[in-house]
């Protein structure tokens, strides 16, 4: 019995060394200065209605595209709340530090706001190394649609899941302020 007890104390060990390890991302907002007081009269409106993905997108893995044709969605690395929601995190803190003087809210601000709806079709890494921030977004902007397709692909500068979701951030960043660059515009 006793030559067992080592056998068994190592496998009882190993089982919990080997346990679930999983590391959640969120993906990092910018800095934004503190405003003093402003009163939202008379300042352009706009509204980020929703921020759509596909289910392979919806879940809690980070995707990674593993072939031309193949996706992975991880079950250690995972989102730590759902992606669209930090999407329109993001995107909402992103087009405010863009957008200086304009109000931009994920909830509805009135009768006279600009509306923005975002559906992500890519948000993944890739096998060579790129990550990938793609779909379309639509702005209403007094009955009047626009519609505008995105792909960006950023290269990682270092492998890794940390690395991928930072590389992620700066491509919706970029986005964001393409986004922005267009609003802006408007009359």
Known sequence: MKKWLPL???LALSACSSGDNKTYYQLPLPVQSVSQGTNSTGQRQLWVEQV??????AGNGVVYQTTDVQYV????????SPLDQQLRNALVANLSSALPGWVVSSQPLGSDQDTLSVNVTGFHGRYDGRTIVSGEWLLNHRNQITRRPFHIELKQTQDGYDEMVKTLAMAWQQESRNIASQVSRLP
């Open 8 to 10: 068994a104390l190592t």
């Open 52 to 57: 759509t993905v596909p289910d392979f997108l």
């Open 73 to 80: 969605i991880a079950t250690s690395n995972l989102w730590a």
